[in-house]
């Protein structure tokens, strides 16, 4: 940033024909200018060199990080916990292509060619995987049952045997003989409970009642009113053996990845990395997929389809934020231009003051290159920040205009004295700037954030960079470029000030009026802050314009936790089944996907081998599925008999205990009642009821003997990329566990990690690293801010020694700083991880405003009420601040929402602490008087300038 103490000596009396060296470091820059000076050629030449060097190494060798991961330290337990996951399955980044609209055969067979194109291709993807197929372990699948449940099986089938085994058993087999072995069961039960009470006063067990027995009658029961009162049974009469099994259909046909709605269909694939491409490796396999999608689409123009993920997400805001930051690069370096012109009035010193810059930046592309390696999200910016402060060669530049004007001498001789002059008063101020706002920027490497440490290491340096470029490239290009001074008919011309400063002294002559609006203002604005929020959502940071956000949107709509899962290994099967029972009673756990509960173990499977063995010889006489059995029909008046005779069974006192005894009660009733209301239509319906059961217990017995055939489950069996996602080449398994809700909203995101790391500690996986980052940059630009005003404040207070300027410098800045804030609550707008970083900026470049005007004041011997800001002073500052805002305000037209943010609340920033300098400050400076001590250390000549201290705070 322009330091605008040096503008304000643009109208200061003639100087002293000797050269005022200010010290060792005057005398050194003083030097290098005269050398610069009188060999232009080799300076710009090896300044030219080392631009180039710079440019073509960080072209060829800068890389982009675009993974979020890639800004947390490796140091981190969390980041540590995902590179081992990493190390054992190779990738984690998962395209997503999506298909709606439509038919669903249309969207199948769209994937289907999709899919057949990624996989020809495995030099751009792997991990290709859009259905689960476990049609291979279909025939052994009764394994999966606990040995319970099977022996529950081979016990119904055991109580079955009059049916499975009697020649006449399946003719046999109706709703009335059922009802009578139940009721004579129940009879039966009732006898022994009664004979029971009698074993157990001996201490000896009674008869117990099979329950599963009685509900299933009262389904069939039930079935039979419906179907004699004529409705609609879509439900299977029969309950399946061992209970129902949410993997059946997988079994039974492959299961295509689909959202919840099944309005979408999905296919995911991993972009393989592009070594060739060190600055984006995975930029090529997202734009390869993207180009295969839209060949393959063009053959479907009825159906929508989108690419999505969090790797194309991240290619995608990568891309935009460094389009968006090169564009506002290049406009704030124009803009920076257009204002030298405005100030200078001419086309030389613009571009002796914008090429130093432009070098400076260049050769620091080069250091980030060089110390780091890559580029982040953050650190991406770094350019922006360096055209809005590193422009020091307008300094040099401004007072050697001025040295030039204040000569009569039109020689090469005393252009090159009046350059001597101008690098002996400014070099100091230049070096001290830098190094100050180096320290400044290096302080944020003690922040516990990887990218914010790798922004301050690049920003520092380059602002090093800016000020050896101003220093060793000015002074050639002046000499080169020969300015003349501004003559007018033999007699000196003095620069005229851009701005009169007749307003802001106008304002400072009523400084109770001014004190009053000022505050007023302020406090509206202030109380803005009420509404400013902290929105850590990395969605809305990017581009709603951006397909990738479109469709990850739209993804989120139709299944909420499908972007973010968690990930938790486990060394064996049963350890890997405790993990999911638990982790499916956590009420933020939505669905878990795994391979574990599909491998039993050997010694398991062996203790299963006779149970299934008994399964196949009791249904080894099953007659053909569909067959069509004949069965003797029941009259309605005989169904009835029988149902009220099972009543009164239920009412017998032994069996008083039974749970399932008022809901049976209660089907007799409705059945009764349904054949007396449908006397004529009774007999056929029942007659199909019968029909239907045969039927349907059939195809449920021929289903169980073909799932119970001989043979184990291996690995081997399963589909190699369903494996790969779920277990790793040492046979470990990896449970993802998928949350309820959207992981994008902090909250959720807090208790959906907090949730699963109770029940296992060591989970890991993208909701974690992604909390860790975004925890990290916030506290990191927290701390960051701290450390800069720290800092701040102790260069002040050494040079101004006394608190109640260093307070009175400060002023502007707290109120700048709140005002913006509160404008933004008022605004509507939010803190986000993207634009804290502004907060530590607007502590470095807003408190220099506070700063100027205050040694403009020390300068004079008007120091109190009668006080008025120098006009050079009031230029300086607003072309400082112009300066800056410019930098900044250019990411405010970013489509990047994180940069759009930055720049508006870095622009409004910096904006609001000049105006508070230049509005607030020469007011409250008109009741000020100065200490005694302070009075004798800076009562300072106010022809010479400040301190480089102060120069550079």
């Known amino acids: 940033m322009v330091v605008p103490g040096a503008l304000g000596w643009m109208s200061s009396q003639k100087q002293s024909n000797e050269v005022d060296s200010t010290g060792a470091l005057g005398r050194l820059t003083s030097r290098l200018a005269g050398l610069a000076w009188d060999n232009p050629r080799w300076f710009l030449i090896a300044g030219l060199i080392l631009t180039l060097i710079s440019g073509v190494y960080a072209a060829s060798r800068l890389r982009f990080m675009t993974n979020r991961n890639d800004m947390i330290s490796s140091a981190k337990p969390v980041q540590q916990r995902w590179k081992e996951h990493l190390d054992r399955v190779g990738s984690e980044d998962d395209m997503v292509v999506v298909a709606t609209g439509a038919s669903q055969s249309n969207q199948d067979q769209f994937l289907t060619e999709v899919e057949a194109r990624f996989r020809a291709e495995p030099q751009s993807f792997n991990r290709i995987w859009r259905e689960v197929d476990l049609r291979p372990i279909a025939s052994r699948s009764m394994l999966l049952n606990n040995t319970e449940q099977i022996e529950s099986i081979v016990h119904e089938l055991r109580t079955m045997r009059p049916l499975l085994d009697l020649p006449l058993g399946w003719n046999l087999f109706t709703l009335r003989n059922l009802i009578f072995e139940t009721r004579h069961r129940l009879k039966a039960v009732a006898t022994e409970r009664e004979e029971g009470r009698r074993l157990k006063a001996q201490g000896k067990p009674g008869a117990e009642i099979d329950g599963q027995v009685l509900t299933q009658l009262n389904n069939l029961l039930g079935a039979a009113t419906n179907e004699v009162n004529g409705k609609k049974q879509p439900t299977p009469l029969w309950q399946p053996a061992g209970g129902s099994d949410p993997r059946e259909a997988m079994l039974q046909k492959p299961q295509r990845l689909q959202s919840d709605d099944g309005k979408l269909s999905f296919l995911l694939a991993s972009p393989v990395p592009d070594e060739s491409d060190p600055m984006c490796p995975q930029v090529a396999g997202v734009r390869r997929a993207r180009e295969i999608i839209a060949e393959v689409a063009a053959n479907y123009p009825d159906?929508?389809?989108?690419?999505?993920?969090?790797?194309?997400?991240?290619?995608?805001?990568?891309?935009?934020?460094?389009?968006?930051?090169?564009?506002?690069?290049?406009?704030?370096?124009?803009?920076?231009?257009?204002?030298?012109?405005?100030?200078?009035?001419?086309?030389?010193?613009?571009?002796?003051?914008?090429?130093?810059?432009?070098?400076?930046?260049?050769?620091?592309?080069?250091?980030?290159?060089?110390?780091?390696?890559?580029?982040?999200?953050?650190?991406?910016?770094?350019?922006?920040?360096?055209?809005?402060?590193?422009?020091?060669?307008?300094?040099?530049?401004?007072?050697?205009?001025?040295?030039?004007?204040?000569?009569?001498?039109?020689?090469?001789?005393?252009?090159?004295?009046?350059?001597?002059?101008?690098?002996?008063?400014?070099?100091?101020?230049?070096?001290?700037?830098?190094?100050?706002?180096?320290?400044?920027?290096?302080?944020?490497?003690?922040?516990?954030?990887?990218?914010?440490?790798?922004?301050?290491?690049?920003?520092?340096?380059?602002?090093?960079?800016?000020?050896?470029?101003?220093?060793?490239?000015?002074?050639?290009?002046?000499?080169?470029?020969?300015?003349?001074?501004?003559?007018?008919?033999?007699t000196i011309r003095m620069p005229t000030p851009a701005v009169n400063a007749g307003w802001a002294n106008g304002w400072a002559a009523r400084p109770g009026l001014a004190l009053a609006i000022g505050l007023t203002v302020w406090v509206l604005l202030a109380g803005g802050c009420w509404w400013t929020t902290y929105d850590a959502n990395l969605l809305r940071l990017q581009g709603d314009s951006l397909p990738s956000v479109q469709w990850e949107k739209r993804l989120l709509a139709s299944t909420k936790g499908a972007s973010w899962h968690a990930l938790v290994w486990a060394d064996n099967r049963q350890q890997a089944l405790e993990l999911k029972n638990k982790l499916e009673a956590l009420p933020e756990v939505g669905r878990i996907s795994e391979t574990a509960s599909l491998l039993p173990t050997q010694a398991e499977q062996s203790t299963k081998q006779p149970l299934l063995a008994e399964i196949r010889q009791r249904l080894v006489r099953l007659p053909e599925n569909g067959s069509n059995l004949l069965h003797p029909r029941s009259s309605p008046q005989a169904i009835a008999t029988e149902v009220n005779l099972l009543k009164n069974q239920l009412a017998a006192p032994e069996l008083a205990d039974i749970q399932s005894k008022n809901a049976l009660i209660q089907?007799?009733?409705?059945?009764?009642?349904?054949?007396?209301?449908?006397?004529?239509?009774?007999?056929?319906?029942?007659?199909?009821?019968?029909?239907?059961?045969?039927?349907?217990?059939?195809?449920?017995?021929?289903?169980?003997?073909?799932?119970?055939?001989?043979?184990?489950?291996?690995?081997?069996?399963?589909?190699?990329?369903?494996?790969?996602?779920?277990?790793?080449?040492?046979?470990?398994?990896?449970?993802?566990?998928?949350?309820?809700?959207?992981l994008w909203e902090t909250q959720a995101l807090l208790q959906f990690n907090n949730a699963v790391a109770s029940v296992a500690p060591q989970a890991t996986g993208k909701p974690f690293t992604t909390h860790e980052g975004l925890e990290g940059m916030r506290q990191g630009f927290l701390r960051a801010g701290l450390l800069s005003l720290i800092a701040i404040t102790c260069v002040l207070a050494f040079d101004l020694r006394s608190a109640r300027l260093v307070a009175l410098a400060l002023a502007p800045l707290t109120a700048g700083l709140v005002a913006s804030l509160g404008l933004m609550g008022w605004l509507g707008l939010a803190l986000n991880p993207a634009n804290l970083i502004a907060l530590p900026l607007i502590l470095g470049v807003g408190v220099d405003n506070g700063v100027h005007v205050i040694h403009d004041w020390l300068h004079r011997e008007d120091h109190a009420r009668s006080y008025k800001l120098h006009p050079g002073t009031l230029q300086g500052i607003l072309l400082a601040g112009m300066t800056t805002v410019l930098g900044f305000g250019t990411l405010a037209l970013s489509g990047h929402q994180g940069l759009h943010s930055l720049g508006l609340l870095l622009a409004t920033g910096v904006a609001a602490c000049m105006l508070s300098a230049l509005a607030l400050l020469p007011a409250l400076l008109r009741g000020v008087r100065l200490p005694g001590s302070a009075s004798r250390k800076l009562q300072l000549d106010p022809q010479k300038p400040s301190s480089p201290a102060v120069q550079a705070a």
């Open 667 to 742: 089907s007799c009733d409705a059945l009764k009642n349904a054949l007396e209301t449908n006397e004529k239509s009774a007999a056929s319906s029942l007659a199909r009821l019968d029909d239907r059961m045969a039927a349907e217990l059939l195809a449920n017995l021929h289903k169980l003997r073909s799932v119970s055939q001989q043979g184990f489950i291996t690995a081997a069996d399963l589909p190699a990329d369903f494996q790969q996602r779920h277990m790793d080449k040492d046979g470990k398994f990896l449970l993802r566990v998928f949350a309820k809700n959207e």
């Open 303 to 490: 159906m929508e389809v989108g690419l999505t993920g969090l790797p194309v997400l991240e290619s995608d805001e990568m891309d935009a934020s460094t389009r968006d930051s090169t564009r506002s690069s290049w406009l704030a370096f124009l803009g920076v231009l257009a204002l030298y012109a405005w100030v200078f009035r001419q086309w030389r010193a613009p571009l002796a003051s914008g090429l130093p810059l432009l070098a400076g930046t260049i050769w620091a592309l080069g250091f980030a290159t060089l110390s780091v390696g890559h580029l982040n999200l953050l650190s991406a910016t770094f350019a922006v920040m360096l055209i809005g402060m590193g422009d020091y060669a307008v300094l040099l530049v401004s007072r050697f205009q001025l040295e030039r004007d204040n000569m009569r001498d039109n020689s090469r001789l005393a252009a090159r004295k009046a350059l001597v002059r101008a690098a002996s008063a400014t070099g100091p101020s230049i070096i001290t700037a830098a190094i100050t706002g180096m320290l400044a920027f290096f302080a944020t490497m003690l922040a516990d954030f990887q990218a914010v440490a790798e922004l301050g290491l690049i920003a520092g340096g380059g602002l090093l960079l800016c000020a050896v470029s101003a220093l060793c490239l000015a002074p050639p290009l002046l000499s080169v470029l020969t300015i003349e001074p501004r003559l007018q008919s033999g």
